[in-house]
Nanobody, 123 residues
Framework: HVQLVESGVGSVQAGGSLRLSCAAS????????MGWFRQSPDKEPEAIAT????????YHDRSVKARFTHSQDNVKNMVTLRMNSLTPEDTATYTC????????????????WGQGTQVTVTS
């Protein structure tokens, strides 16, 4: 039974930083593509950061590149999203995602999802 459980403080002022974590069980993240999607009320869900364990390649949406960093600890089976220089446009529900193998930056191919956690950035 696969579970992805996100955690992290969800509210910050513009310019601040947040860290989200996703603890995985029922799978080994070292064999998966792990990533983060987000959705705000007026937008479609979008992949913002993914990591392919097979070749250590990463994907970052250009809206978060240089501000957000995905990292993972294969021993703890946990992934982390560090978010810096946050703006109100980053306000959204952030969800951890997993797909066996590689390339999970398309919503349709993701197999497992976390429950989502709200991130609110105030101006």
């Amino acid at each position: 039974h696969v579970q992805l459980v996100e955690s992290g403080v969800g509210s910050v002022q513009a310019g601040g930083s947040l860290r989200l974590s996703c603890a995985a069980s029922g799978l080994s993240i070292s064999s998966y593509c792990m990533g983060w999607f987000r959705q705000s009320p007026d937008k479609e869900p979008e992949a913002i950061a993914t990591f392919n364990s097979c070749d250590s390649s990463t994907y970052h949406d250009r809206s978060v590149k240089a501000r957000f960093t995905h990292s993972q600890d294969n021993v703890k089976n946990m992934v982390t999203l560090r978010m810096n220089s946050l703006t109100p446009e980053d306000t959204a529900t952030y969800t951890c995602a997993a797909k066996p193998g590689a390339y999970c930056h398309t919503r349709a191919v993701v197999r497992d999802w976390g429950q989502g956690t709200q991130v609110t950035v105030t101006s």
